[in-house]
């Protein structure tokens, strides 16, 4: 199983970023996804979660209206759209894979991806 994830990079406060994670070596439509980050310091933290089909999504008070997680099961991967970037978003973002459900905690999740890191500063 592979997690590839991409899209990060540098952008300014109030600018925007699509994160990507193509997924390999899974029958795509069995896992819940999930977006993770971690700053400097700082615990992982979830961002936001989807279940299989799409039609359900969670996402962290901190990004409510700003990001939003989708998926394209014909493409083997999930998104992330990030609007409104803020210093305080600037982290490695992982992707993560469950099968079942998409869970709020690191620990619920079966793979991971190797991160791909955002930084938000003028």
């Known amino acids: 199983v592979q997690l590839q994830a991409s899209g990060g990079g540098l952008v300014e406060p109030g600018g925007s970023l699509r994160l990507s994670c193509a997924a390999s070596g899974v029958t795509f439509t069995r896992y819940g996804m999930g977006w993770f980050r971690q700053a400097p310091g700082k615990e992982r933290e979830f961002v936001a979660g989807?279940?299989?089909?799409?039609?359900?999504?969670s996402q962290a008070d901190s990004t409510k209206g700003r990001f939003t997680i989708s998926r394209d099961n014909a493409k083997n991967t999930v998104y992330l759209q990030m609007n409104s970037l803020k210093p305080e978003d600037t982290a490695v973002y992982y992707c993560?894979?469950?099968?079942?459900?998409?869970?709020?905690?690191?620990?619920?999740?079966?793979?991971w991806g190797q991160g791909t890191l955002v930084t938000v500063s003028s």
């Open positions: 993560a894979a469950n099968r079942g459900d998409y869970e709020l905690v690191p620990s619920g999740y079966d793979y």
């Open positions: 989807i279940n299989w089909s799409g039609s359900r999504t």
